[in-house]
């Protein structure tokens, strides 16, 4: 294993407010486990994914050649803006879905659908691998299992046990991907309509009722099966920085296995 924390800068202010001073943080001693074919990379990605306007698209095959070459900074994120201006084509797919919620009642989990605005298509690198926006998770024509385990160190699978799993892909979402807050005191907030994964997802829950909400964090440690076969593993461990603000992510990752 090839352990590294990467502090990546792939459009201004990603990675701001971590912590107080990222530079305080030590960076665990490295470590490469080869066999006849290839390296296993091991590290700990660390996204500001509080925006709400934003998706964060990271390259599991470029932040691996980042660390092998010693960098700590290249094209392994990509943050990407979500089409906000309304098209006004005849799309009844790509858009800003409005829901209402039951915030003061039963809760978010009760909703009900009011407008749709049609917008363009949600723009996104050439490569990646999963992407991130607040609490919701997508993948590039992956899938994903959650594992029992909730130490990464204690992963090990064979091809043949990662094969077998369970896996659960994208599901188009409404309601989900929260976008859209200016109606928020008449509990209306409004979502893109996109993809995601409901299993990658629930690493982050976030609950209305209270108010603020309340987010819980799954660490479980979670399998990728990407698009070309191979596999990852993926372990939200923090959700917060240093001063509280939620939806700041240290994802830890294993790749490939």
Known sequence: MLGASLWLTACTGLFDDIYDDPADQPLPTPEVETDSTETTISGTLYIDASDWEQWYYVDLQALADSVLQGQTTGNAVVCSAIPMTATGHEDHHNGIYTY?????????????????????????????????????????????????????????????????????????????????????????????????????????KVDLPPIPPSFTLNNRVFILRLADGRYAALQLVNHQNAAGKKCHLTIQYKYPL
């Open 100 to 204: 209402w919620y039951d915030v003061f009642g039963a809760g978010i989990s009760v909703n009900e659908f009011r407008t749709f605005e049609p917008t363009d298509v949600q723009p996104e690198p050439d490569k990646w691998s999963f992407a991130v926006h607040r609490n919701n998770v997508r993948t590039n024509g992956g899938a994903a299992c959650a594992t029992d385990l909730t130490d990464m160190a204690r992963l090990s699978m064979s091809h043949d046990e990662l094969c077998r799993l369970a896996y659960t892909p994208d599901e188009w979402s409404e309601n989900q991907v929260w976008t859209v807050q200016t109606q928020m005191l008449n509990s209306l907030i409004g979502s893109q309509g996109i993809t995601i994964n409901p299993v990658l997802s629930s690493w982050l």
